[in-house]
């Protein structure tokens, strides 16, 4: 009787590469910021790789990769913010919720059937990013204005030329390197996913698009 199967063997190798991936990410993310920065804003290469390994690898990658890879960023680099009071204040856990969130998008982002598609994932990131700044412009300049230190935020127009774009393009210039290494020397191996491709195609993926 075997122990060990083929299963067993793709879920250690899935779990040994995505812990390389995400500390090596991670650790560079921290280290060379300045590296991967243009217009004062900096490529989040953490953020794309669990936004793609969502897209990719499905919903449970997306959320554990997400929660997993914010513990570590509110570990290493916590965000501050200005208190009411106005003193400075860490925050805590607002990484591991917002790559949570962010993986969870990845996943949702389109049908299965789309999923294996290079492009498509690029968009996903786009749309990804686009969210994640977004809803971080919109929750910075409502607490600044509440704390009375609005005076220091871009004002849209300002913000979407020198904040929002810089940061699209950066982070699709990470996705291309991190989609081939997710889907070439990632935690699931093409073949399986070309396994999985013509499930797909054969007896549908549930949605309208199988309709």
Known sequence: MRIITGDTKARVRKIIVYAVYIILLS???????????????????VFVFVVLSGY???FWDGAVVGFVCGLIRDVLSPPAVIG???????????????LFVAGIIGASF?????????????????????CYKTAGYIIIYGWSTLAGTRSGIYGPLTAF????????????IASVFLIVLLRFLGP?????NA???????REGDGTWLGI
């Open 161 to 172: 030329v020198y904040s929002f774009l810089p940061q699209l393009l950066l982070n699709v």
């Open 56 to 58: 990719f690898n499905g």
């Open 195 to 201: 396994d999985r491709d013509e499930v797909i195609d």
């Open 110 to 130: 389109f049908t299965k059937r789309m999923h294996h598609n290079i492009p498509f994932s690029v968009v996903a990131v786009i749309f990804a990013t686009f």
């Open 188 to 192: 699931v191996s093409f073949k399986g």
């Open 84 to 98: 009411l009071d106005g003193d400075v204040r860490v925050t805590a856990f607002i990484g591991a919720f917002t």
């Open 27 to 45: 650790s560079i993310q921290v280290s060379y910021p300045d590296a991967f920065s243009f217009m004062g804003q900096t490529a989040d290469i």
